[in-house]
């Protein structure tokens, strides 16, 4: 069985600082990787998906890299703003049509 | 992008009463959906696996005569709580798989049963 875990549960940075969440995963045979944010009572946003066969994905100031052989994944945040606040997901999934495997997730503060 | 409309966004209803939460995929069509269930500070926890044309598929320990899921399109799923409680109060959301591999999540719907 798949599990997935965050580190760290939670991180407090100021503004400006550019941070690494981290995601790891017992079982490497997945179809992809996806990285979400989801703020305080809203539904998750999809931030980035890496196919099993990339290495990482690029969106703005986000880039997510993925190694599948160590099963791990890190999102990288370049210069954190405010907005960022939000808790980020990392989730696995291991076919076409399986269900989604969350990680426990990193509630991320960015202070002014 | 893939998106997915779930609608409504918050609903209060009074106990006994029936509930349904709508699930649309805007510019794909989707076979599968998926409906979750969130309480305050917790992980997502999926309730049930939804299949156009066929039955869902529920989640252990999850009651499917309480949490009535129907797919009938490729774009519409719809999950009914009946005979809401105070303990059915909670965050629902669905999502789909996108024609990428990945999955688009719809807003969620908050539910207070009074």
């Known amino acids: 069985k798949q599990e997935v875990t965050q580190i760290p549960a939670a991180l407090s940075v100021p503004e400006g600082e550019n941070l690494v969440l981290n995601c790891s995963f017992t079982d490497s045979a997945i179809y992809n990787l996806q990285w979400f944010r989801q703020d305080p009572g809203k539904g998750l946003t999809s931030l980035l998906l890496i196919q099993s066969s990339q290495r990482e994905q690029t969106s703005g100031r986000l880039n997510a890299s993925l190694d599948k052989s160590s099963g791990r994944s890190t999102l990288y945040i370049a210069a954190s703003q405010p907005g960022d606040s939000a808790t980020y997901l990392c989730a696995t999934n291991t076919g076409t049509a399986s269900k989604l495997t969350f990680g426990t997730g990193t509630r991320l503060q960015v202070t002014l | ?114």
């Open chain 2, 1 to 114: 992008g893939a998106v997915v409309s779930q609608h409504p966004s918050w609903v209060i209803c009074k106990s006994g009463t029936s509930v349904k939460i709508e699930c649309r995929s805007l510019d794909f069509q989707a076979t599968t959906m998926f409906w979750y269930r969130q309480f305050p500070k917790q992980s997502l926890m999926l309730m049930a696996t939804s299949n156009e044309g066929s039955k869902a598929t529920y989640e252990q320990g999850v009651e499917k005569d309480k949490f009535l899921i129907n797919h009938a399109s490729l774009t519409l799923s719809t999950l009914t709580v009946t005979s809401a409680h105070p303990e059915d109060s909670s965050f629902y959301i669905c999502s789909a798989r996108d024609r990428l591999g990945g999955y688009t999540f719809g807003s969620g719907t908050r539910l207070t049963v009074v």
